[in-house]
């Protein structure tokens, strides 16, 4: 079975501001605010009625990714993320055909679900993060 996208993240540097200027041009459904302190990033979705959710993501602190990628290359697009019903097996099955990952083995990500991300050399690079949702 094909992956599904899940969202679509992007690095901003004021969540709110840009939620609030996301929300003037176009109309979706706000998710909670939600501190992931172990990734260092404030993080809200906006859920439209078709496709992938996007993701906001500010940076919490100074070394962290997002503060990282925005000094790097501005705001914008950070990953793309894909759905997976197993993501234990579908790491096991990336590893042997040699795809790098930015952690070793998935971390806890936004709303219990766990997640890993492969690293942008892998796939033109782009930052791509696999994620298991909670049952
Ligand atoms: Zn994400």
């Known amino acids: 079975m094909a992956e599904k996208i899940h969202h679509i993240g992007i690095a901003v540097n004021d969540i ?14 706000k998710g909670d605010i939600e501190e992931i302190k172990t990734r260092g990033v404030k993080a809200v979705t906006l ?6 959710l ?5 940076a919490l602190g100074s070394e962290t990714p ?11 697009i950070h990953h793309i993320c894909f759905k997976t019903d197993d993501l234990d097996l579908k790491v096991r099955e990336l590893k ?4 790098r990952f930015v952690q070793e083995n998935p971390v806890s990500g936004a709303g219990g679900s766990r997640i890993i991300f492969m690293h942008p050399d892998n796939l033109n690079g782009v930052l791509i993060e696999l994620k298991e949702e909670k049952e």
């Open 16 to 29: 709110q501001k840009s939620l609030n200027r996301w929300g003037q041009y176009l109309t979706f459904k």
């Open 47 to 52: 859920e439209f009625d078709e496709g992938p």
């Open 54 to 58: 996007i993701e906001l993501l500010e």
């Open 66 to 76: 997002i503060r990282k990628f925005i000094d790097k290359h501005g705001e914008g």
């Open 96 to 99: 042997k055909k040699g795809v």
